[in-house]
């Protein structure tokens, strides 16, 4: 997490601007995402879901919607929706639009070389279908998970505002839903 802070602090003494500013006018706005924010640094767009958590002693859901951890920083914090999602993955691991060719190679390097591994912010699943790249989050009562399969050339989001569910079971099982037809 410290990098990703000291990765904001250089975004922004090298662009004379915020972070929001450069992810706006280098990512979201060529891509043409219309439901993708940051975090406590830009206004909200749209209607936002409150995230929920099983936190009470009787099983009841919590609201996570008062929670602020200082997020919107280099470590997190982006708000966007399946479409959006499916626009940048599809333009970061397909298209290859993003980053260039070297920082692509060093971006999809992984700790591992079998099965499950992390990169620079992206993970590696494996499926029954090949290889897929994305990445998980959990925060606020929300789970999510942004998966692009290789060799499918499709993309799967899974949203989700109970963060006690297992995305992962959750995205395979739509990802062999979507394959067996």
Do not use: C, W
């Not at 209607?47 to 919107?72: E, I, M, Q, W």
């Not at 966007?80 to 692509?104: G, H, I, R």
């Not at 998980?136 to 006690?164: E, H, P």
Request: glycine share 10%; aromatic share 8%.
């Amino acid at each position: 997490m410290k990098n990703h802070i000291l990765l904001e602090l250089i975004v922004e003494k090298t662009t004379a601007g915020t972070l929001a500013e450069a992810i706006r006018s280098r990512i979201l706005k060529p891509l043409g995402l219309k439901h993708t924010f940051t975090e406590l640094r830009e206004p909200i767009i749209g209607n936002v879901a409150t995230g929920y958590s099983d936190r009470t002693p009787d099983g009841k859901l919590d609201s996570s919607n008062n929670v602020n951890d200082g997020n919107g920083l280099g470590d997190g914090g982006l708000v966007s929706n399946a479409e959006d999602l499916a626009v940048f993955a599809k333009a970061l691991f397909a298209k290859k639009t993003l980053l260039s060719p070297q920082m692509m190679k060093q971006f999809l390097t992984f700790t591992d070389n079998e099965g499950y591994g992390y990169g620079l912010g992206v993970e590696r699943f494996p499926t029954p279908f090949g290889e897929s790249f994305g990445h998980t989050g959990t925060a606020y009562g929300f789970v999510t998970l942004m998966a692009y399969l290789l060799r499918k050339d499709t993309t799967v989001i899974v949203l989700f505002n109970d963060q006690d569910v297992d995305i992962k079971g959750i995205a395979m099982k739509a990802v062999e839903l979507v394959n067996s037809r």
